[in-house]
């Protein structure tokens, strides 16, 4: 772009995945952007539904202009705080529609009369009610372009009656450098790694990592591995990673002689080393916009079983390529696949590298901020 243009960006606060975004946007000749958070969240905020208070071991401020709009004695921020937003924006770029934060910045766009990007989540898989399928349709219509974070996502934006011609793809990615960074460092040391997790060295290991809460059924993936294990003479560990309130009960289920490793809450600075010391990743969500585990998973060559309530699973995961989809909630289909890729070790291996060319190759930052590039140029 021949000019600066001044970008807003609005969102609700500090998250790991959109703030290397941010600074690649930052670093765009011809964009000058600010991101206007709705607040910074307590370590006790952070850790809702973690089962634990913890802070982001990544500096998350830095790199970026940023504003935080409920400064002023910890209100939420007025029509009027949005005003001065808008004050010296060209565009403004507002991340979904969750909350009444992003809903009073949408008003003051349309208001102001800025053109508006949006990059929301929601996906095609999960069915929605009559009313709610118009009130998407009646907040989505006034935007200027749409950036659509994968396939389900764009099919979602169509079904809401947006045109082809408005929607820009801007991929959901991870921070690709710094994970490959971390399995560039850990892959020489994954027998070691193993060993401390207490993975046997010929076992295929299968890892969950989230929060132990319903919509990600980590129950299943018990269910499914111990099942799989009573079917297959192969070797198998799983791998839990994560904490929350199924936890203790999740525990208990599961026999003291399993093999079986509860890790509990890992952060960004060691998430690596589960990765390394896994063979297979597990996402077994009943409902899941994307799942940016996977991504981070294929990095460490780790293909993915995945349910088909799972965002990025007609994105990422191809059968018998990079993985396997299954449907929610079918255990029985789970703990087969767990079986067949236990048994076929260096299948696993092939669709592993499949998968991590896949991510590197495609769902980057740089080609992320690519399309909301040029997403801004035409809707100026």
């Known amino acids: ?14 998250i790991q ?3 290397p975004l941010f600074r690649e946007i930052e670093a765009r000749p011809g964009i000058s952007a600010t991101v206007f958070f709705d607040h910074i969240p307590s370590p006790e905020q952070q850790g809702e539904g973690f089962g634990t208070s913890f802070e982001w071991d990544l500096p998350l401020l830095n790199g970026y202009s940023w504003r935080v709009q409920n400064e ?5 921020p007025s029509f009027s705080d949005f005003q001065e937003a808008y004050r010296n924006v060209d565009v403004m770029l507002i991340h979904g529609w969750q909350s009444w934060y992003m809903r009073r910045a949408w008003w003051t766009g349309l208001r102001k009369n800025v053109p508006l990007l949006v990059r929301g989540e929601s996906s095609a898989l999960k069915s929605r009610s009559r009313l709610k399928r118009i009130g998407h349709k009646l907040y989505l219509h006034p935007f200027d372009g749409y950036l659509y974070i994968g396939e389900s996502n764009r099919r979602f934006y169509r079904k809401t009656g947006v045109n082809s011609s408005q929607l820009y793809e801007a991929h959901y990615c991870v921070e690709n450098d710094r ?18 997790l207490g993975v046997g060295r010929d076992a295929s290991a299968f890892l969950f990592c989230g929060k ?24 198998l560990h799983l791998l839990m990673v994560g904490d929350g309130p199924l ?29 390394t010391a896994a063979d297979t990743l597990v996402l077994p969500s009943e409902s899941e916009t994307w799942g940016l ?5 294929m990095i460490f060559q780790l293909p993915a079983i995945v349910s088909n309530r799972v965002g990025c699973g007609p994105d990422l995961v191809e059968d ?20 067949h890729m236990g048994n076929h070790p260096k299948l696993t291996q092939e669709m592993g590298r499949r998968a991590r060319e896949r991510v590197l190759s495609e769902y980057t930052v740089e080609k992320t901020v690519d399309g909301i590039e040029h997403a801004i140029k035409d809707v100026i």
Request: hydrophobic share 30%; with cysteine; aromatic share 10%.
């Open 212 to 235: 132990f809460i319903s919509e990600k059924r980590p129950g299943d993936v018990v269910d499914g591995f111990l099942s799989a294990c009573n079917s297959t003479e192969a070797s």
């Open 1 to 14: 772009m021949s000019t600066t243009v001044d970008l807003g960006i609005v969102t609700t606060h500090p």
């Open 17 to 19: 995945y959109q703030v």
């Open 72 to 76: 002023k004695n910890g209100s939420a």
């Open 179 to 196: 994970f490959d960074r971390d399995w560039q460092t850990y892959k020489n040391q994954r027998a070691k790694i193993r060993e401390n």
């Open 293 to 297: 585990v996977v991504n981070e998973g």
């Open 247 to 275: 936890r203790s009960k999740i525990e208990e289920h599961v026999p003291r002689s399993a093999p079986v490793t509860f890790t509990g809450f890992l952060n960004q600075t060691e998430i690596g080393k589960a990765y």
């Open 320 to 339: 018998g390529q990079t993985g396997y989809v299954f449907p929610s909630g079918d255990v029985d289909a789970l703990s087969d696949t767990i079986a």
